[in-house]
């Protein structure tokens, strides 16, 4: 599945992977989360991943396909683009993963 967001090139393998169990704030942080829970979204979907790596001008791809190590019944990851191929920051406003949060 393409979304508007998604950009295909042949090192999207080398991007950051995001699952949904990391932001999502229904879930535990035994069961995968990883961000706080006052910032996390209840149930987020890779639609909602990809329409946010639009807005702030990210490239991503959409992985249906893929599903969560720790509970396979997780489908769907999103892989996004934080740097270029020489290390700095595809977006000058996000330099950091704390400057995310």
């Avoid at 967001?5 to 879930?27: A, D, F, H, P, Q």
């Avoid at 969560?68 to 892989?79: A, E, I, K, L």
């Amino acid at each position: 599945m393409e979304s508007a967001g998604e950009v295909r090139t042949s090192g999207s393998k080398m991007w950051s992977v995001v699952y949904l169990v990391y932001i999502n704030s229904n879930k535990t942080v035994a069961e995968g989360r990883r961000v706080a829970a006052s910032k996390a979204c209840p149930d987020p979907t890779c639609a909602e991943i990809a329409d946010c790596c639009s807005h702030l001008k990210i490239p991503c791809r959409i992985e249906l396909d893929k599903a969560y190590p720790r509970d396979f019944m997780q489908v769907g990851r999103v892989r996004v683009q934080l740097k270029k191929e020489d290390g700095s920051p595809l977006n000058p406003e996000i330099t950091t993963s704390e400057h995310q949060r």
